[in-house]
C-alpha cells in the first residue's frame, strides 16, 4: 500500500525490535472469538487509474450537472474566483489539525479571526464564531441558545424557514424542552404574516425568520425584531444566501440577537449538499454563551501579536454535559475558502454579485410574469429567488424542460409543500447569463400555448 | 505552601468566609485559586439573591477549566464585588483581600462555628493533595 | 538555541524565512480590485423598484477589505507557512489520527459531475452521486459489522448527538414514552472524549461516569453496581479506549448493559485500531459513529470538515435519521418515509465532498490495505511505547493498541510539565502530541502516529522526546521557555480570555471603544 511507508520487511524488523514475532500478535488483547478470521467483503485495491475512471463513470450518471441551472433552496450557483481553490488546496492549510497549538498554527488562526472579522461586518453583528457544520444547524444552535440566554421555553419559527432547516430545528429540540410553534406566512405577500406579534408572550424564547425566506421574499426583520424585544424574547435571523449580505440591509441593523447563515455561496461549490459552513453572529453581551469555538487575540512575552482559541470554557471538553453545545470539530477549510472569497470579492466585488442577482432576478420575473398560465405567486420583496405558480403540475413540465433543453428551471415546492404542485421556485444568480434567462423564458412559453 | 490566614472560617469546597456582626464575606482560598490557574472571568450573583448553605452562587473560569463556587453559609447577597469583572485577576493575587467575591446578610451568624478552622483547612487540603 | 540541536543527531528543524503578514484588513488599500465579473447583461431596473431603501444596506460594506488578487495570494500563502501540517511531518495528536491526506482522494471530489451537482437536483438526475453514499453505507457497514448506516451527521460529535437521539427513540418505542422517562441515565466512563456527554445532554440524558481500573479499562463491578439501579438508557465507551487498550471484556460489558435493559454506543474515533481486525457489531455494539476525517482520511482542514457516519443494528434501523438512500432494483433513492427516524440531522445528505474521499480512500486501500493499514498504525504505536518506556512513566501495564499514553510523573520533579515538554517537542519539528487528555491521567501526553510514519521518523520522534528528558534534567529553562524556533513564542492566554479580541476594528473605532 503506497501510502504506508514502511516496507513489509521493515515492519518484520520493527516487530522483533520490540519482541514480537507476527502482526497478529499486537492484536493479541482483542479476544480471539472477536478477531475477523476472514478479509473485509469490501472491494479489492484498485490502482489510481481504475479509481479515478470508476469515479468518472459514477459521476456521469448525474444529469444535472451539464444543464443550465436556476435551482437554489439553500444552496447557490455562483462565480467562484480561481484563487480559492488553490489556496485551501494548500498543504498548510488542509492537512493541519484544529489548532490547539498556537506556536505552529498561526495561519489557521489568523484566518479564522479574518473569517469571524468579516462575517460579522456582513451581518452587522458584534462577534461571530469559527463556523458551524453549515446553515441548518446553525439555525438548531441558535435555537437552543435562545432557550439558555432567555431561560424560557418557547420559540416561535415562520412557517417560511427553509422546510429542512426546520426539519433539523426539530430534530435537536425534541428533548431539550422546547416548544417549537410555526407562525404562518401571508398568502399574499410570502413574508411572514404581522399578527405574529400577538402570538409572542412572557414564555417564548425567541422568533425565528429567514430573510430572504425560502420563498425569496425579503422579511420586515426590524420590525419583527421590535415585536420580539417588547416581550423580551429574542430574534433570530437565518440567511441561506449569504450573497443577500451585499445588498440587504444586514441583520445587525435590524437589531437581530443571533444571526446564521449558510455560508455556501462564499467560494463553495454545490458537491450535493456539503460540505457547506455555518455563519454564526450574535450580540456582545451574549459571547459567553455562544456554540463553537472562538479565536482571539494574544500576546507573547515579547509583545508580539498572535491569535489563539479563546473562551474555551463555553466549550465541551471543558465544561462536558453543560458545555453551550457538543461541537467540537467544525467548518474550517471551507470557513477559509468563505474568507478567501469574500477577501478576494472585497468590498466592491460582494456588492456588486449582490446587484447583479437582484437584477438579473427582476428580468427574469418580469419576463415569467407576463407569460400567460404564468404568475408571480407572492408580491413581496425579492433578491434572486421567486416562486412561479405555472399552468399546470410543476414537477413534469420541469422535467420537460430539463429533458427538452437541458434547463433545471427551478425547484417543484410540491416536495415540501403537496398542496403547491404548480409552484416552482426558481433562482437567478450572476452565473446566469441574459441568454440563460431568455432561453427558460422561451421553454416556459411552450406551456402556457398548451 | 498555601497562604491560610488564622481568622478565617472555611469550607471543604475551598471558600473562605469572613464574619462582621451578621455579614459575611466570602471569597475563594488561595490553595483554590492555585489549583485552579489563572483567573479569567468569575458569574457572580445580583445583590438581594438568597442562597441555601452550600448551594452554588457562581463560578470562576480559568484559561482551562470552570468551578462553581458555594455559600459556605446561607444568607442573602446585599454586595458583589464588582471589581472582579475587570480585574478577575485579583483573585489569584489577593485571593483574602481585593479578590473577595460577595457579602451576605447571614440568616444565622452562628452558622460560621460549623466551618473548619485554619488548622483544620490546612489539614484537609494537606490531605486531599496526597 | 541552536546549540542545543548540535548534541544529538536530530536535525529537524533550523531557522527559515518566515515573512511578517499584517492582517487582510491592514493591507487593504482603496480602490483595489481583486475579481472580475461580466457586465451587467439584462436591462437595468431601477434599484428603488426592486428594494425600497428601507431594506437596503447603506454602509456600503465599510471596513471590508479591497485587495488585489496578488495581495490574497501573497497574504494566504504568507500565512500558510506559519502552519505544522501533515504533509510537513509527523502529527501525533492521540485520538485525531492524523493519517496522509491523499491528493487522488481530493482530485476524486473535485470531478465536476458531483462538486456541481445541486442537492435539490431530482433523484433520477443524481444517481451516481447517490450510488457513491450507497456504496460508501454498504463499505462502512461491513467495516463495522453494523447493518444500518446514515452518512447525515457532519462531524464525531454531530454522529454522537445521533447516534444517543436513536437510542432515546429506541427506548421511547420499546418500553414506551412513560415507562422509557424512568431511563434516562447514560453511562460514560471517565476517561471519555467530552463531547460523549454534551452529546447525552442533547438528548435530554443525564450522565453517571464509571471509572476506569487500575489496568485503565472499565471498573466491571463499577459498571454493574450503575446497571442495578434499573435506569439506564445506555452506555457510550469508546474502544479501543482513549489510553490506547482494547476493553478485553467488551463482551461481557455489552451483556451487563444490554441485561439492565440499556444498548451500547460506541464513539468511534479509534476505529483506525480495528478496521479489518474486529467489528464492534460482533462485539454487541448497538450503534456506533465513525470519523471520515480520522480513520478514512479526509483531511482535517484546520478543524473540519468532517463526517460522522452513524452505523446501528437492525433494530435501530428505523430510527435513523432521513432520508436514508436506498437501492430499489439499479436505481438508487431517496426514502423519507420513515415514520420512527429521529428526524433530519443536517439540510440536504451531510458532507458529501467527504463521502466522495472516503470511498477512494476505501477503494484505494481494498481490503487488503485496510487491514495492512490497520497493523502498520498498531505497530508504529507499539513501537514508540517500546522506545520512550525507559524515560517517560507510562501509566498502564497494557499493551497499547494504535496510541498509547504516557505521563509527565518523571519531569516534574524538576518543574518540567506536559506541556513544555509539547512545547518543547516543536523545537525538535514535530507537532505535539494530545496533552492533558484523558482527564484521568494526570499529566497525560497520547500519543498517536498512525501507519503514515515511517521507521526513521519514528525513530527521530523517540530520539527527540529522549532528549527533551534530559534536557528536563540538566537543562530545565530550556524546556521551560520552550519553543524557541517559532515565529512567536507562548501567547498570554489568560489576559485574551479576559478582554477578549475576537474582531478586527478599524483604528480609530479601536480606540474609541
Known amino acids: 500500500m503506497r501510502y504506508i511507508p514502511n516496507s513489509p520487511e521493515e515492519r518484520a524488523e520493527m516487530l522483533n525490535s520490540i519482541g514480537l514475532n507476527k502482526s497478529a500478535e499486537l492484536f493479541a488483547s482483542i479476544p480471539d472469538d472477536l478477531l475477523l478470521r476472514e478479509h473485509l467483503n469490501t472491494p479489492a485495491a484498485l490502482s489510481e487509474l481504475e479509481l479515478l475512471s470508476r469515479f468518472e463513470r459514477m459521476g456521469q450518471r448525474n444529469a444535472g450537472p451539464g444543464r443550465v441551472s436556476f435551482l437554489g433552496g439553500g444552496a447557490y450557483s455562483h462565480y467562484i474566483p480561481t484563487i480559492v481553490d488553490h489556496i485551501i488546496s494548500r498543504s498548510e492549510f488542509f492537512t493541519a489539525y484544529t489548532p490547539y497549538q498556537p506556536e505552529i498554527s498561526q495561519g489557521t488562526l489568523q484566518a479564522i479571526f479574518e473569517f469571524q472579522t468579516l462575517v460579522c461586518q456582513l451581518t452587522g453583528m458584534e462577534v461571530a464564531n469559527a463556523s458551524m457544520y453549515d446553515g441548518s444547524t446553525g439555525l438548531a444552535e441558535a435555537v437552543l441558545m435562545a432557550e439558555r440566554v432567555t431561560k424560557r421555553s418557547r420559540v416561535i419559527a415562520a412557517a417560511s424557514v427553509h422546510p429542512q432547516y426546520l426539519e433539523v430545528v426539530k430534530t435537536y429540540v425534541q428533548h431539550a424542552g422546547i416548544e417549537l410553534q410555526l407562525a404562518d406566512f401571508d398568502k399574499k405577500t410570502g413574508q411572514i404574516s404581522s399578527t405574529l406579534g400577538e402570538r409572542i408572550d412572557d414564555q417564548t424564547a425567541a422568533i425565528v425568520v429567514q430573510s430572504p425566506n425560502f420563498f425569496g421574499c425579503i422579511e420586515d426583520v426590524a420590525a419583527l425584531a421590535t415585536l420580539a424585544h417588547a416581550r423580551g424574547a429574542l430574534m433570530i435571523v437565518a440567511v441561506t444566501e449569504a450573497i443577500s449580505f451585499g445588498l440587504l440591509k444586514p441583520p445587525g441593523a435590524c437589531n437581530a440577537d443571533i444571526v446564521v447563515a449558510e455560508g455556501q455561496s462564499f467560494g463553495v461549490p454545490l458537491s450535493f449538499g456539503g460540505p457547506y459552513v455555518g455563519l454564526f453572529a450574535v450580540r456582545e453581551k451574549y459571547a459567553r454563551q455562544i456554540p463553537g469555538r472562538l479565536v482571539g487575540e494574544a500576546y507573547d512575552k515579547q509583545g508580539r501579536r498572535g491569535f489563539v482559541l479563546t473562551l474555551a470554557t463555553r466549550e465541551q471538553h471543558i465544561r462536558r454535559e453543560k458545555a453551550t453545545s457538543n461541537i467540537c470539530t467544525n467548518e474550517g477549510l471551507i470557513a477559509l475558502a468563505a474568507t478567501v472569497y469574500m477577501e478576494t470579492m472585497g468590498r466592491k466585488g460582494i456588492q456588486e454579485v449582490a446587484q447583479q442577482c437582484a437584477q438579473k432576478t427582476a428580468y427574469a420575473a418580469r419576463r415569467i410574469g407576463e407569460l400567460d398560465g404564468f404568475s408571480l405567486r407572492f408580491s413581496g420583496p425579492r433578491f434572486n429567488e421567486f416562486v412561479v405558480r405555472g399552468p399546470a403540475e410543476a414537477t413534469s413540465q420541469l422535467r420537460r424542460l430539463a429533458r427538452d433543453r437541458a434547463i433545471d428551471g427551478g425547484i417543484a415546492l410540491s416536495r415540501f409543500y403537496p398542496d403547491c404542485e404548480n409552484d416552482f421556485l426558481v433562482c437567478v444568480t450572476e452565473i446566469n447569463s441574459r441568454e440563460q434567462i431568455d432561453s427558460l423564458v422561451e421553454g416556459l412559453r411552450d406551456f402556457s400555448n398548451e | 505552601m498555601a497562604n491560610v490566614p488564622e481568622d478565617l472560617h472555611y469550607s471543604k469546597d475551598h471558600e473562605w468566609v469572613r464574619p462582621d456582626g451578621d455579614v459575611a464575606t466570602i471569597g475563594i482560598t488561595d490553595y483554590a485559586q492555585n489549583s485552579l490557574g489563572d483567573v479569567v472571568y468569575l458569574e457572580l450573583p445580583k445583590p438581594g439573591e438568597e442562597f441555601a448553605t452550600n448551594e452554588s452562587f457562581g463560578s470562576v473560569e480559568s484559561v482551562k477549566a470552570v468551578s462553581e463556587v458555594f455559600t459556605p453559609v446561607a444568607g442573602k447577597v446585599i454586595e458583589v464585588n464588582e471589581q472582579l469583572n475587570d480585574t478577575p485577576e485579583k483573585v489569584n493575587s489577593d485571593p483574602y483581600g481585593e479578590g473577595w467575591m460577595i457579602k451576605v446578610r447571614m440568616a444565622s451568624p452562628g452558622e460560621v462555628d460549623s466551618l473548619l478552622t485554619a488548622a483544620e483547612y490546612e489539614d484537609f487540603t494537606k490531605a486531599e493533595s496526597e | ?513
Request: charged share 20%; aromatic share 6%.
Open chain 3, 1 to 513: 538555541m541552536d546549540i542545543y540541536f548540535m548534541k544529538t543527531s536530530i536535525t529537524k528543524v533550523s531557522s527559515h524565512l518566515s515573512l511578517n503578514e499584517h492582517l487582510i484588513f491592514e493591507r487593504s488599500q482603496t480602490g483595489r480590485i481583486g475579481y472580475c465579473l461580466p457586465p451587467l447583461d439584462v436591462d437595468e431596473t431601477p434599484i428603488d423598484d426592486i428594494l425600497p431603501a428601507n431594506l437596503r444596506r447603506d454602509d456600503d460594506l465599510e471596513g471590508v477589505p479591497e485587495v488585489s488578487e496578488v495581495d490574497v495570494i501573497r497574504h494566504f500563502i504568507r500565512i500558510s507557512t506559519w502552519n505544522y501540517s501533515i504533509d510537513l511531518g509527523m502529527y501525533p495528536l492521540g485520538s485525531c489520527t492524523m493519517k496522509y491526506n491523499s491528493r487522488l482522494n481530493e482530485k476524486v471530489a473535485r470531478i465536476a459531475d458531483f462538486a456541481n451537482l445541486h442537492p435539490l437536483a431530482v433523484e433520477q438526475d443524481a444517481q451516481g452521486a447517490l450510488q457513491v453514499i450507497h456504496e460508501l453505507q454498504e463499505c462502512l457497514a461491513e467495516i463495522t459489522g453494523l447493518p444500518g448506516v446514515s452518512l447525515q451527521p457532519a462531524a464525531g460529535a454531530h454522529g454522537e448527538m445521533t447516534g444517543v437521539m436513536m437510542i432515546r427513540a429506541y427506548l421511547d418505542r420499546r418500553d414506551g414514552e412513560g415507562a422509557s422517562a424512568n431511563r434516562r441515565t447514560m453511562l460514560i466512563p471517565d476517561s471519555a472524549h467530552g463531547t460523549n456527554p454534551a452529546s447525552a445532554h442533547l438528548s435530554g440524558f443525564s450522565v453517571k461516569t464509571i471509572r476506569s481500573n487500575a489496568a485503565g479499562l472499565t471498573d466491571l463491578d463499577h459498571l454493574r453496581e450503575l446497571c442495578a439501579h434499573g435506569e439506564v438508557a445506555g452506555l457510550m465507551l469508546t474502544n479501543p479506549n482513549t489510553l490506547g487498550l482494547f476493553e478485553s471484556n467488551i463482551k461481557e460489558i455489552c451483556r451487563i448493559v444490554h441485561d439492565a435493559g440499556g444498548l451500547v454506543y460506541m464513539d468511534g474515533a479509534n476505529m483506525n485500531a480495528l478496521v479489518g481486525i474486529a467489528r464492534p457489531g460482533d462485539m454487541g455494539v448497538d450503534v456506533i459513529h465513525l470519523n471520515l476525517h480520522k480513520t478514512f482520511s479526509t483531511p482535517h482542514g484546520g478543524g473540519g470538515p468532517g463526517s460522522g457516519p452513524v452505523c446501528c443494528t437492525a433494530d435501530l434501523t428505523p430510527f435513523l435519521p432521513k432520508p436514508l438512500v436506498i437501492k430499489s432494483g439499479d436505481e438508487f433513492k431517496l426514502d423519507s418515509d420513515r415514520p420512527h427516524s429521529i428526524g433530519r440531522v443536517k439540510a440536504f445528505y451531510g458532507n458529501y465532498g467527504m463521502m466522495l474521499r472516503a470511498l477512494s480512500y476505501i477503494l484505494t486501500h481494498g481490503y487488503d490495505g485496510l487491514r495492512e493499514a490497520t497493523e502498520a498504525a498498531v505497530l508504529n504505536a507499539r513501537y514508540i511505547a517500546h522506545g520512550l518506556a525507559s524515560d517517560y512513566d507510562k501509566p498502564f501495564e497494557g499493551a497499547p493498541m494504535h496510541e498509547v499514553v504516557f505521563t509527565d510523573k518523571r519531569q516534574t520533579r524538576k518543574g518540567v510539565h506536559t506541556l513544555d515538554i509539547a512545547k518543547r517537542l516543536i523545537d525538535y519539528g514535530f507537532h505535539p502530541m494530545t496533552i492533558y487528555f484523558p482527564l484521568i491521567v494526570q499529566g497525560a501526553m497520547l500519543i498517536e502516529p498512525t501507519e503514515s510514519v515511517g521507521r526513521q521518523e519514528l525513530d527521530q520522534f523517540v530520539a527527540s522526546m529522549i532528549s527533551i528528558a534530559h534536557e528536563a534534567v540538566e537543562n530545565p529553562d530550556l524546556v521551560l521557555n520552550a519553543p524557541h524556533s517559532t515565529r512567536i513564542g507562548r501567547l498570554d492566554e489568560a489576559a485574551a480570555a479576559r478582554k477578549p479580541v475576537l474582531r478586527w476594528k478599524p483604528r480609530a473605532k479601536a480606540d474609541a471603544a
